[in-house]
């Protein structure tokens, strides 16, 4: 059984950075996809960037040059960096892991709130 336990989450000025964690409880070489997520008031859950076990790293295009996505697989945590942080990135951001037999784990989120 995997879990995902987000942090780092938090209310940050516009042009600040935070960084993001998702530890993952399990064995984290059987998730071959990792990703974040994030849910904004009123939005639908959209996919902010993913990378696989091989470290492939995919992202949207409104946090390209921004946000970074990493995997540190002797920590068993995933985490996503962010920089340069817009308004517009105020959302819930939630972890998301794919096994290699087509399990979906979700985390519960962490809140990232970016305001003056």
């Known amino acids: 059984q995997v879990q995902l336990v987000e942090s780092g989450g938090g209310l940050v000025q516009p042009g600040g950075s935070l960084r993001l964690s998702c530890a993952v409880s399990?064995?984290?070489?059987?998730?071959?996809?990792m990703a974040w997520y994030r849910q904004a008031p009123g939005k639908e859950r959209e996919l902010v960037a993913s990378i696989t076990s091989g470290g492939s790293t995919n992202y949207a295009d409104s946090v390209k040059g921004r946000f970074t996505i990493f995997r540190d697989n002797a920590e068993s945590t995933v985490y996503l960096q962010m920089y340069s942080l817009k308004p517009e990135d105020t959302a819930a951001y939630y972890c998301n892991a794919v096994h290699q037999y087509g399990m979906l784990y979700w985390g519960t989120g962490t809140l990232v709130t970016v305001s003056s």
């Open positions: 399990g064995n984290i070489f059987r998730l071959n996809v």
